[in-house]
């Protein structure tokens, strides 16, 4: 095929089996220009291509118009549209061509709303999500399972953001992610004080309590949050308090900030903004990108807030080390006219820096990606991951798994001084968060909820070959017990028999990955764990499983082997135990631990980090872009309301 723009031969083979359709959508994808010949869209008569006679004579035909109820109906998915995708409010009245095409598809029946009555149905959708939410809260407290919070401030032009989200398992294993508060600071300081006050009010604004009388600090049972002073201040009244992912990010930025590593990352980001703003330069490497094969990708920004994109950024180097340095050697004298080009020229060590750097912070950045999840359980990831990255972080071999087999680990000695320097910096202030500074409390919420995932029950975590953590096993196991002992433990033993409860499994439950929910498989741990730590050695055996003690349903979980399968669906493998029964080998059905399993709920429910909020707050900065800026603040709080709660 010639292209008629370019003079040149394509040359691009087409998979035959397909009849014309494979041609067609080369030409539709490759060759525009010739493809709007050969349909005749350049014809005089293009208007009507593809057009009948009779559907030509139907567009003057004026449908019958929609019943009030429908228009209603059809007002309120144009609300719940515009608030869902973040566009303004505006649109159906200010874009024309929008309006014309709901005018056509319609045949006039109906027009779409204009920006009063879109606010009226947001305001019915966010009344609609806070009743669904007030709904699951009231469940929650019925089955007597605390749920955890999360929270975060946003601000943005001026208008700035309280927002609060709860976290829970409900009775029927579902994880629930919901928007509580999303209220206007207005003009007040974001000071601990405020953050208390606006988050008490909107919490009892929601209904938001355990008892008759009570507190809406005894209400929750975990709270999330980043580790700002203003934060913990204002949540000082309830549980809990940290972030795993912004803990973890604090030890990344001073690997990120060590000598050697600050100044060549300080690089890579002059050469980003050299590529953002050259136009001639961004395609002259698309060009070689292809050339050699690479993935077409644009140089990654990096972003000072968060360091998962310094780490995207630093990889891109790493994949593109031939693209770039291809660029240098054929535009580099005529890019170096540029000062951002100039004075940040990559040298070798740079581009060693870079590759190693990568294999350095590749965990930690795989880690905080699983830990940022909502919709299935993080929260006994924590400290699995969290020695897993102790140990990788270690100064001992490094593993490049990019690099041909034979030539994937090295040693220490071959590690660029600045990586090994940096690592080790890495390492220490790992243990130093985690290990060391930890307060007991969180300590002993994350070793609680650790051992009641079925995965990490004996405490052993998948990969670790120099970490003994007999003393933190049996601590931990005091903790759980302690516990379960004085607030979940019933009175009189449970029988062992009786009539099934409400909840109790039908029939044979398998608990498999094939069966996993999507969320649970979003959340799969195997391919974390699967990264060795050191060159393979022989496999350890493992001992035999402990008796069963059929004493309470702690004993009898405790004497349970661990599920060896790392993306085990935690939720599901704790449904099916979620009744009265005895086990029934006959269905496939497992022993009942229902006591046990309420704790589970509480626990499990409570989220690693506080990344379900800031994602609600990219939904904010959609909402209240330049477009929309002339809302109010409680005309975005009750838009997120509608977008985030309602069906």
């Not at 040149?8 to 009849?19: A, D, M, S, T």
């Not at 095409?101 to 009063?116: D, S, V």
């Not at 349970?560 to 029934?584: F, I, Q, S, Y």
């Amino acid at each position: 095929m010639v292209d008629a723009a370019s003079g040149r031969v394509c040359g691009q083979l087409i998979r035959p089996g397909n009849g014309p359709t494979a041609l067609w959508n080369h030409h539709r994808a490759k060759h525009k220009n010739e493809y709007q010949v050969l349909k005749g869209f350049l014809a005089g008569d293009a208007g009507d291509v593809g057009v009948s006679l009779s559907d030509s004579l139907q567009r003057t035909i004026q449908a019958q118009p929609f019943t009030d109820e429908r228009k209603k109906e059809c007002n309120m998915m144009c609300a719940r549209w515009l608030v869902k995708s973040a566009r303004p409010i505006t649109l159906p009245e200010r874009d024309k061509p929008f309006g014309t095409f709901i005018e056509t598809l319609t045949r006039g029946a109906w027009k779409p709303p204009n920006h009063h009555a879109v606010m009226d149905c947001i305001l019915q959708l966010s009344a609609q999500g806070q009743l669904r939410f007030q709904a699951w809260m009231q469940g929650m407290v019925a089955d007597g399972v605390k749920p955890s919070m999360a929270g975060d401030i946003w601000s943005d032009g001026g208008c700035s953001l309280m927002g609060v989200s709860f976290y829970g398992i409900n009775s029927a294993w579902k994880l629930g992610e919901w928007l509580v508060a999303a209220t206007p600071f207005g003009s007040t300081r974001h000071t601990g004080e405020a953050i208390d006050a606006i988050t008490i009010a909107a919490l009892k604004r929601q209904g938001v309590k355990w008892r008759e009388g009570g507190t809406v600090y005894e209400a929750v049972h975990s709270k999330v949050s980043d580790n700002a002073s203003n934060m913990a201040k204002g949540w000082a009244g309830f549980d809990g308090g940290f972030c795993a992912d912004h803990t973890l990010e604090l030890s990344v930025k001073v690997f990120t900030g060590a000598s050697g590593i600050k100044e060549t990352f300080s690089r890579d980001k002059g050469i980003v903004g050299y590529f953002h703003r050259s136009t001639a330069g961004i395609q002259d490497l698309t060009k070689i990108q292809k050339t050699l094969n690479l993935p077409e990708k644009q140089p990654i920004q990096d972003v000072a807030t968060r360091w998962f994109s310094s780490y995207g950024m630093v990889d891109w180097f790493r994949e593109q080390q031939q693209a770039v340095q291809m660029y240098d050697i054929q535009h580099g004298a005529e890019a170096a006219k540029n000062d951002a080009y100039k004075h940040n020229r990559l040298l070798h060590k740079d581009w060693s820096i870079n590759e190693q750097s990568v294999a350095v912070l590749a965990p930690s950045a795989q880690a905080t990606k699983l830990l940022e999840g909502t919709k299935y359980v993080t929260i006994s990831l924590v400290l699995p991951y969290i020695y897993r990255l102790i140990e990788a972080s270690d100064d001992g071999m490094l593993y490049l798994p990019w690099k041909p087999v034979g030539h994937q680990w090295l040693r220490a000695i071959q590690i660029e001084p600045e990586v090994r320097a940096a690592r080790k910096l890495l390492h220490a202030d790992l243990k130093r968060r985690w290990l060391v500074q930890l307060p007991t409390e969180q300590r002993e919420l994350l070793d609680i909820s650790t051992l009641l995932d079925p995965r990490f029950k004996e405490y052993k975590f998948p990969g670790l070959l120099n970490t003994d953590l007999t003393a933190e096993k049996e601590a931990s196991i005091d903790a759980l017990k302690g516990t379960w002992e004085m607030d979940w433990k019933p009175a009189a033993p449970a029988p062992v028999a009786g009539p099934a409860a409400a909840n109790a499994p039908a029939g044979a439950t398998v608990i498999t990955t094939a069966v996993a929910t999507a969320a649970a498989k979003m959340g799969a741990s195997s391919s974390f764990f699967s990264v060795p730590l050191a060159p393979p050695t022989a496999p350890v055996q493992q001992g035999p499983a402990r008796p069963a003690v059929p004493d309470d349903d702690l004993e009898k979980y405790l004497a349970l082997p661990a599920e060896t399968n790392m993306d085990l669906d935690v939720l599901a493998w704790w449904k099916a135990r979620d009744h009265n029964l005895p086990c029934d080998p006959a269905s496939g059905r497992p022993a009942g631990l229902p006591r046990l399993a309420k704790m589970a709920r509480q626990y499990l429910g409570r989220p690693a980090s506080s990344a379900g909020v800031e994602r609600f707050f990219s939904m904010a900065g959609k909402l209240h872009s330049d477009l929309k800026k002339a809302q109010g603040d409680d005309s975005l709080e009750h838009s997120l309301f509608a977008a985030a709660n309602a069906e």
